[in-house]
């Protein structure tokens, strides 16, 4: 197969880095478009053999740049996005501009896919700035380039993410684990390798014009997901219910930091599933199953938060 044009934002990203990989092994050329080439270009420059990755700095919010970036490409891919605001960085410039702007741009130079990552359970969740801010990028889409495909993943973890790393951080330094809502929410975890082979589909089979849920082969609670990264690290801690007055109250001062733990957007978001919903298609519909479960992936790189390190033995 004859390689594709493919420009991607959002390249340095957990899900970029593995996707430039695949994207480059399989002949595609990938120009990978960052905001900070000096802090985020080496990174890349090792994603693809040479001839076959090309780094470009620019302003995603120049018009003109994003013009000239999109006009000479085949497929668009936008993994762009934030779990909280800060500075210019608000959920309506990433979530909503911003997509709204390149779908257009890729309209109005006849691209043959633009491919989107949203996120799962978005449309329940009505109280979060998060979640509507998701949805409405996804309605600028469709208005725009009517053949877009939008996918939803359920939340997504690989080594070096900021799911299971960080909760595996947390549980290494808190005496007691605080859950919300009894953690009952209900995920279906998604390997990042798993979400990349899914795009990489989209690519070679052609897949327009739809909205695809993505989830991984399991369906485990928050408090579930806790007692595994516990299991796999070694370590007992007492894990409570958290009434929601104090978790507001936790998550209003955590948000005075520069990198909050939790905010109250997303204290909200978390009173909703991540689960496949049966409204769209799915992975499964598109004739792609996940095979890669929670516990078993994390298991493979978590030595870093047991005791002993990377010298970590595994018990019998």
């Known amino acids: 197969m004859k390689g594709k044009n493919i420009l ?31 802090k985020k270009g080496y990174i890349l420059k090792t994603m693809g053999n040479p ?63 633009f491919i989107h990552i949203s996120a799962l359970g978005i449309e329940d969740a009505h109280d979060s700035s998060y979640a509507k801010s998701k949805l409405e990028g996804e309605k600028e889409i469709k208005k725009n380039f009517n053949k877009a495909t939008i996918l939803r993943p359920s939340v997504i973890f690989s080594q070096g993410d900021n799911f299971s790393c960080n909760l595996m951080t947390l549980i290494g330094r808190l005496p007691i684990f605080p859950v919300y809502y009894n953690g009952q929410t209900k995920f279906s975890p998604i390997h990042c ?19 695809i849920e993505c989830a991984g082969p399991e369906v485990i609670s928050f408090k579930e997901i806790i007692l595994i990264l516990m299991k796999i690290i070694e370590k007992n801690r007492l894990i409570i219910s ?35 919903s049966g409204k769209y298609k799915s992975n499964i519909d598109i ?14 790189y978590c030595y870093m938060w047991k005791e002993y390190g990377e010298y970590s033995k595994k018990k019998n």
């Not at 792609?288 to 493979?300: D, I, Q, T």
């Open 8 to 38: 991607v934002f959002g390249g340095s990203g957990q899900i970029g880095r593995n996707l430039i990989r695949k994207l480059t092994k399989n002949n595609h050329r990938v120009t990978a478009v960052t905001r900070n080439l000096h």
């Open 51 to 113: 001839g076959y990755i090309e780094i470009i700095e620019r302003n995603i919010f120049d018009e003109e740049n994003l013009n000239n970036l999109i006009k000479y490409k085949d497929i668009c891919i936008n993994l762009v996005g934030i779990l909280f605001e800060k500075k210019n960085n608000t959920f309506r410039n990433i979530h909503i501009n911003f997509p709204s702007a390149i779908s257009r741009i890729c309209n109005e130079n006849k691209i043959k896919q």
């Open 193 to 211: 390798s798993d979400l990349t082979e899914i795009i990489l589909k989209i690519i070679d089979e052609k897949i327009y014009s739809e909205i």
């Open 242 to 276: 958290m009434p929601i007055l104090a978790a507001k109250i936790t998550a209003s001062l955590f948000e005075l930091f520069p990198n909050p733990l939790i905010t109250n957007d997303q204290l909200r978001l978390l009173k909703y599933d991540s689960v496949l």
């Open 287 to 300: 004739n792609y199953e996940c095979k890669l479960k929670f516990e078993n992936e994390v298991e493979k």
